[in-house]
């Protein structure tokens, strides 16, 4: 158990919906961490928080967006979902100290998106 | 496009043997890491070696990393059935302009399977 926690584990919805994932960090972790494993692209980095602020980009669509509240947990945001959106939704922290380039990043079990 | 990129794809042996997958990446770094994947599960972090690191050790894992030839290994000695997973390799870089913000780019992984 990395101290990750995800909700919901699964997730099965129809094209043009919302949804929204939620994660929260380790206890202590500030930076929160976005990344979608799917079959043809793999695993690639979204979006990430720190310490409520969005920090760094990734390959993340328009139609998507995240935010970190005051109590560190995060909330990815998906919608006029489509086909090729079913993945698996992975959140990581870390704790990331300043100045530190070592950062090791925790997962949380992941929410499997369907999207029919 | 993946900055890690692990050979080989699959990779089958039997229980005792040892396991050596390779990653290749593009850009410099601050560290790499490899993580464990069991099927549609989270990722596990296994072991982070450092760009001035060359070789480190833990358990049955030994890493290697070389800068000059943008290359690791990861080495799994006396391979277990329960070692069957994927493994992938991600790399570190820093993501202007916070110097502690740290973006993990993923490889495509390997996918070891242990024959009892």
């Known amino acids: 158990d990395s101290g990750v926690t995800q909700t919901p584990k699964h997730l099965i919805t129809a094209t043009g919906q919302r949804v929204t994932l939620r994660c929260s960090p380790r206890s202590g972790d500030l930076s929160v961490y976005w990344y979608q494993q799917s079959l043809d692209q793999g695993l690639q980095f979204l979006i990430q928080y720190y310490n409520g602020e969005e920090r760094a980009k990734g390959n993340i669509l328009e139609r998507f967006s995240a935010q970190q509240f005051p109590d560190l947990h995060s909330e990815l945001n998906l919608s006029s979902l489509e086909l090729g959106d079913s993945a698996l939704y992975f959140c990581a922290s870390s704790v990331v100290p300043s100045g530190s380039a070592y950062n090791e990043q925790f997962f949380g079990p992941g929410t499997r998106l369907t999207v029919l | 496009s993946q900055q890690g990129e692990e050979d080989p794809q699959a990779l089958s042996i039997q229980e005792g043997e040892n396991a050596t997958m390779n990653c290749s990446y593009k850009?410099?770094?601050?560290?790499l890491q490899w993580y464990r994947q069991n099927s549609g599960r989270g990722l596990v972090h296994l072991i982070l070696?450092?760009?001035?690191?060359r070789e480190k050790h833990s358990g049955r894992l030994r890493v290697t990393l070389d800068t000059s030839k943008k290359s690791s290994s990861l080495l799994i000695t006396a391979s277990r059935a329960a070692d069957t997973a994927s493994y992938f390799c991600a790399t570190a870089s820093p993501v202007p302009p916070f110097g502690s913000a740290r973006q993990l780019t993923f490889g495509s992984g390997t996918q070891l399977t242990v024959l009892p």
């Open positions: 070696i450092r760009s001035n690191e």
């Open positions: 850009t410099s770094i601050n560290n």
